[in-house]
T-cell receptor, first 110, second 114 residues
Framework: KNEVEQSPQNLTAQEGEFITINCSYS?????LHWLQQHPGGGIVSLFM???GKKKHGRLIATINIQEKHSSLHITASHPRDSAVYIC????????????FGKGTKLTVNP | GAVVSQHPSWVICKSGTSVKIECRSL??????MFWYRQFPKQSLMLMAT?????????EQGVEKDKFLINHASLTLSTLTVTSAHPEDSSFYIC??????????FGPGTRLTVT
């Protein structure tokens, strides 16, 4: 059974700080997703990774397949980045079901 | 990037009525769509997997007669909550799969049953 662990569970930062959220999983995967969920509930797909690194604006996502670990970085954080960030992985072997982490609640104070 | 929409974004209905939620992939064809449910402060829970032109596959514990799923075309799946009860109040989220591993999420629909 694939388990997804995120850390930290909660994170408070000052505006401008560099943020890192971690995600570890236990079995081989075909893809890893980073999602953002704002207080109103809406979900935004940030990244889908199967290897390497992706960058979009101030967001960077990396994945290390050998170590079964991914990180989401936010540079120059801003209060509007406050949200829950969710890591989800898609298993190998034709499984179509995503396994979700419990999320990391980020609060960025001005 | 790929866009998935949901309609409505929120709905309030009376107990005993039925509510239909639509999920559309706007710029790609999705052979598979997924429906999730999320209770406050909890993670997303997969309810069912919907394949175009065939019956949905429901997860254990999800009542298929209560949560009717129709995947009528490659860009549209609907979830109908029948005879809604207050305990059905939740946040319902769909996602659409493009290719083998790409999955894109809709913004969600908040259902409140009074």
């Amino acid at each position: 059974k694939n388990e997804v662990e995120q850390s930290p569970q909660n994170l408070t930062a000052q505006e401008g700080e560099f943020i890192t959220i971690n995600c570890s999983y236990s079995v081989g995967i075909s893809a890893l997703h980073w999602l953002q969920q704002h207080p109103g509930g809406g979900i935004v797909s940030l990244f889908m990774l199967s290897s390497g690194k992706k960058k979009h604006g101030r967001l960077i996502a990396t994945i290390n397949i050998q170590e079964k670990h991914s990180s989401l970085h936010i540079t120059a954080s801003h209060p509007r980045d406050s949200a829950v960030y969710i890591c989800a992985v898609l298993g190998e072997g034709g499984s179509e079901k995503l396994v979700f982490g419990k999320g990391t609640k980020l609060t960025v104070n001005p | 990037g790929a866009v998935v929409s949901q309609h409505p974004s929120w709905v309030i209905c009376k107990s005993g009525t039925s509510v239909k939620i639509e999920c559309r992939s706007l710029d790609f064809q999705a052979t598979t769509m997924f429906w999730y449910r999320q209770f406050p402060k909890q993670s997303l829970m997969l309810m069912a997997t919907s394949n175009e032109g065939s019956k949905a596959t429901y997860e254990q514990g999800v009542e298929k007669d209560k949560f009717l799923i129709n995947h009528a075309s490659l860009t549209l799946s609907t979830l109908t909550v029948t005879s809604a009860h207050p305990e059905d109040s939740s946040f319902y989220i769909c996602s659409a799969q493009r290719g083998v591993i790409e999955q894109y999420f809709g913004p969600g629909t908040r259902l409140t049953v009074t």
